[in-house]
């Protein structure tokens, strides 16, 4: 049976300015015939990660259906600029995707009347603020999103939270006196002190590095106090543009019941909800079934130019 055939792209490695310094992203373009600026799609990763780490095949999934997709890593981390390093601001990083943003519709190839966002996990989070505050958007995608500073962190253990908070205490001061940051690592063994210690996050994260690729798994310890207090799900009842929510139900890391009920307020919500745990929406089947119904969804609200041709 034939089937429409997807487009080819190209990437390159381009960086951007956002506050005192700069982000490093991916643009991916794709190769059509047609002489007219194509839609984007901005892309940001999760918790203490980089766009290494999982967003490459859904990026080019979009670009295959004719996107153009710009998937950028936060400021502070990976080989983004920023100093103090491994530092996790929500301000900051909310401000790196308005810089994204910024960055996407000044390109000659993008049509800046045509974009969404796309975040996974914390990115997921961010997805749901930055739709609130820019109306502009044609539509948004948040996955497995982090909606509850506090909910995540009723998940790490009593006796883990005080700990963490100690650390917290000793890297408040450092801060204070301007110097290095004391780190905490992101993911660690249930039990152990970190960002994320359920049994998936360790393993998780692993499984998201590409060949070859080294991760930081460290994040400074004053990064808590950011993201206690950030709690991007009360937004959604603000956001204009569709938005595609996809809830993992066994969600480890981000509590699927508080994140769909945030969910449900969007005024124009697509929420859908998943079997798969929170790391296995990158891989495998998860990934498969997140990716098709993510494309859906893009597509028909940024209405790409359609594709030429056919396959068998």
């Known amino acids: 049976m034939a089937r429409k055939a997807p487009h080819a792209f190209g990437r390159r490695t381009v960086d951007f300015p956002s506050g005192d310094s700069f982000c490093s992203a991916w643009l991916y ?12 799609v901005v892309m940001g990763h999760g918790l203490g990660a980089t766009r290494e780490m999982g967003l490459a095949p859904y990026a080019e999934r979009f670009a295959a259906a004719g996107l153009a997709v710009l998937v950028f890593t ?3 981390l990976g080989d983004s600029g920023g100093a103090p390093r491994q ?3 929500m301000s900051k990083q909310l401000a790196d995707w308005d810089a994204a943003i910024e960055y996407a519709v000044s390109l000659p190839e993008v049509d800046h009347a045509r974009v969404a966002v796309w975040g996974s996990s914390l990115g997921g989070g961010h997805a749901i603020s930055v739709a ?18 506090l909910a995540s962190a009723a998940g790490l253990g009593l006796g883990e939270t005080l700990a963490l908070l100690r650390v917290v205490a000793r890297d408040l001061l450092a801060a204070a006196r301007d110097e290095e940051p004391i ?11 970190a960002l994320m210690n359920a049994p998936d996050a360790l393993p998780g994260m692993h499984a998201l590095l590409p060949p070859g690729f080294q991760w930081i798994n460290r994040a400074a310890a004053r990064s808590v106090t ?5 709690r991007p799900g009360r937004s959604a009842k603000r956001i204009v543009a569709p938005i595609l ?6 969600d480890s890391v981000a509590p699927p019941k508080q994140t769909e009920r ?17 790391f296995d929406f990158y891989l495998g089947e998860a990934f498969e079934q997140l990716v098709t119904d993510q494309t859906a969804f893009l597509v028909r609200h940024l209405q790409p130019a359609p594709v030429i041709g056919t396959v068998r």
């Open 87 to 89: 530092v996790l601001s």
């Open 183 to 193: 780190c905490v690592p992101v993911a660690a063994a249930p039990g152990e002190m």
């Open 262 to 278: 945030y969910a449900r307020q969007a005024p124009r919500g697509d929420v859908r909800l998943y079997d798969a745990g929170h």
């Open 74 to 76: 936060y400021r502070n």
């Open 245 to 250: 929510i996809c809830i993992s139900a066994t």
């Open 29 to 40: 373009l794709p190769d059509i015939a047609v002489d007219k600026p194509v839609p984007v």
């Open 132 to 149: 609130a505050r820019h109306p502009e958007l044609r539509a948004a995608v948040a996955q497995c999103p982090f909606t509850d500073g």
């Open 226 to 230: 950011s993201m206690i207090r950030y």
